[in-house]
């Protein structure tokens, strides 16, 4: 699943790129895939030295104003306000370092925004950050500090022509403002990434949708083919092989056996050009030849009587025509299925393949044959067949049993659901 969204990753970075500069280098990070896999820290981008700029001019802009304040404040000793103008000097720059060392860079502010007027935009600056890049256990343990010692500052140093109450009042709504835009910014920015995430496990879940969709169809076409290629490979097997055992055969019957071998490849190798084309084309094929239900079940029977076996059919379904198509075509994989095996295990014995059902019943198919007599010669099949056919039958709400009968023969027996009609 990793790999199906770093492709998708990098399906979308070409767009990504031509707008890298929009984002923070934060953004950046998580959406670039080649930053994301090589943990770099990236490089900031011209929306990062806008903002940075912005916020170094703020705190200067609010540390001019400061350093005015405590210049002409004659309860200032010269040295005092000399020490806040330079320690606002350093705050101001350290702001470049924000990005880098946020949580360093606020906690260094504490002290500093205690004993410097000067660096209360710096501070300020400092707080936003820690909101923006840190959790909230960090902001509200250093915020909170900051928002208890605001009080003691302007006790221990009273702004000028500002009663005190209303320099509380009015530090503590800068502080808690700077501190909540981070924490809406932090927000957005989590949002983004969580409907990023949310994206590519959307597209993850629906190429794997696809896939085993694909997969399915597949492995249904192939059980599909293993019927029909089974009935038509044992006819040329079962004809060939007389073929070989009876060379003194009347010609009229190795013409016919001829004919039947003939019929028989072409429609074996029809059939296998159809399906490597579907293959090909990743998908089943609806303009095909259309697929057999129970109608044809007569057709199967005359056609392995051609072939040579003695086939009784029992057909005593009330109506035909009113049978599902897909109830009707596993009831002829059924048959088919319990032909071919007849044919390659039992040959020369009379199969006997019966059919009931009724709409409200379920529709009943079954296919019996007696040992055969004498040792039959081995023909090759991996024995998947009725392998293939229980799961069809599961998978149609039905159920299949096969196996040797009391007797000494074998059957297969399949009943499929066939409800009454709507």
Same mark, same amino acid.
């Given at each position: 699943?990793?790999?199906?969204?770093?492709?998708?990753?990098?399906?979308?970075?070409?767009?990504?790129?031509?707008?890298?500069?929009?984002?923070?280098?934060?953004?950046?990070?998580?959406?670039?895939?080649?930053?994301?896999?090589?943990? $770099?820290?990236?490089? $900031?981008?011209?929306?990062?030295?806008?903002?940075?700029?912005?916020?170094?001019?703020?705190?200067?802009?609010?540390?001019?104003?400061?350093?005015?304040?405590?210049?002409?404040?004659?309860?200032?000793?010269?040295?005092?306000?000399?020490?806040?103008?330079?320690?606002?000097?350093?705050?101001?720059?350290?702001?470049?370092?924000?990005? $880098?060392?946020?949580?360093?860079?606020?906690?260094?502010?504490?002290?500093?925004?205690?004993?410097?007027?000067?660096?209360?935009?710096?501070?300020?600056?400092?707080?936003?950050?820690?909101?923006?890049?840190?959790?909230?256990?960090?902001?509200?343990?250093?915020?909170?500090?900051?928002?208890?010692?605001?009080?003691?500052?302007?006790?221990?140093?009273?702004?000028?022509?500002?009663?005190?109450? #209303?320099?509380?009042?009015?530090?503590?709504?800068?502080?808690?403002?700077?501190?909540?835009?981070?924490?809406?910014?932090?927000?957005?920015?989590?949002?983004?990434?969580?409907?990023?995430?949310?994206?590519?496990?959307?597209?993850?879940?629906?190429?794997?949708?696809?896939?085993? #969709?694909?997969?399915?169809?597949?492995?249904?076409?192939? %059980?599909?083919?293993?019927?029909?290629?089974?009935?038509?490979?044992?006819?040329?097997?079962?004809?060939?092989?007389?073929?070989?055992? %009876?060379?003194?055969?009347? %010609?009229?019957?190795?013409?016919?056996?001829?004919?039947?071998?003939?019929?028989?490849?072409?429609?074996?190798?029809?059939?296998?050009?159809?399906?490597?084309?579907?293959?090909?084309?990743?998908?089943?094929?609806?303009?095909?030849?259309?697929?057999?239900?129970?109608?044809?079940?007569?057709?199967?029977?005359?056609?392995?009587?051609?072939?040579?076996?003695?086939?009784?059919?029992?057909? %005593?379904?009330?109506?035909?025509? #009113?049978?599902?198509?897909?109830?009707?075509?596993?009831?002829?994989?059924?048959?088919?299925?319990?032909?071919?095996?007849?044919?390659?295990?039992?040959?020369?014995?009379?199969?006997?393949?019966?059919?009931?059902?009724?709409?409200?019943?379920?529709?009943?198919?079954?296919?019996?044959?007696?040992?055969?007599?004498?040792?039959?010669?081995?023909?090759?099949?991996?024995?998947?067949?009725?392998?293939?056919?229980?799961? $069809? #039958?599961?998978?149609?709400?039905?159920?299949?049993?096969?196996?040797?009968?009391?007797?000494?023969?074998?059957?297969?027996?399949?009943?499929?659901?066939?409800?009454?009609?709507?």
């Amino acid at each position: 699943m990793s790999t199906v969204s770093g492709d998708k990753a990098e399906q979308s970075a070409p767009a990504f790129e031509g707008r890298r500069w929009l984002f923070p280098s934060a953004v950046v990070h998580e959406f670039d895939p080649d930053t994301e896999r090589s943990g $770099r820290r990236p490089r $900031r981008t011209v929306r990062d030295w806008l903002v940075d700029f912005s916020c170094f001019l703020l705190a200067v802009l609010i540390g001019l104003a400061g350093a005015d304040a405590v210049t002409g404040d004659p309860n200032t000793p010269h040295s005092l306000a000399l020490v806040d103008q330079w320690l606002g000097a350093l705050a101001c720059a350290a702001i470049w370092l924000r990005r $880098r060392w946020p949580v360093g860079l606020a906690v260094v502010m504490l002290p500093v925004g205690f004993v410097s007027g000067t660096a209360g935009g710096a501070s300020l600056i400092a707080f936003f950050t820690l909101a923006v890049h840190r959790p909230f256990k960090y902001v509200g343990l250093i915020g909170g500090i900051s928002v208890a010692g605001i009080p003691l500052y302007f006790w221990w140093r009273p702004e000028p022509g500002l009663p005190y109450l #209303a320099a509380v009042a009015l530090t503590l709504l800068l502080t808690v403002s700077a501190i909540a835009c981070g924490l809406l910014v932090r927000s957005k920015r989590q949002l983004m990434l969580s409907l990023r995430d949310r994206a590519r496990r959307a597209e993850t879940e629906a190429q794997l949708r696809a896939e085993q #969709a694909q997969r399915l169809a597949r492995e249904a076409i192939a %059980r599909e083919m293993h019927d029909v290629l089974a009935h038509r490979l044992t006819l040329l097997s079962v004809h060939a092989g007389g073929l070989e055992f %009876r060379p003194d055969a009347p %010609r009229e019957e190795i013409v016919r056996a001829a004919g039947v071998i003939r019929e028989s490849a072409h429609e074996a190798l029809q059939d296998l050009r159809e399906i490597i084309g579907v293959l090909r084309a990743g998908e089943p094929d609806e303009s095909g030849r259309p697929q057999p239900t129970l109608g044809a079940l007569d057709a199967l029977v005359a056609e392995s009587r051609e072939a040579g076996m003695k086939v009784t059919l029992d057909n %005593r379904v009330t109506d035909p025509a #009113a049978v599902p198509a897909s109830v009707g075509r596993t009831a002829y994989r059924i048959a088919q299925e319990g032909l071919t095996n007849a044919r390659k295990h039992a040959p020369g014995t009379e199969v006997t393949v019966s059919v009931t059902g009724a709409p409200g019943e379920g529709l009943t198919v079954s296919v019996r044959n007696p040992a055969p007599d004498g040792e039959v010669p081995p023909v090759p099949g991996s024995g998947q067949g009725l392998i293939g056919l229980t799961e $069809r #039958a599961t998978l149609a709400g039905g159920r299949l049993a096969y196996g040797p009968e009391g007797y000494g023969g074998f059957g297969v027996r399949g009943w499929l659901p066939w409800g009454e009609p709507g």
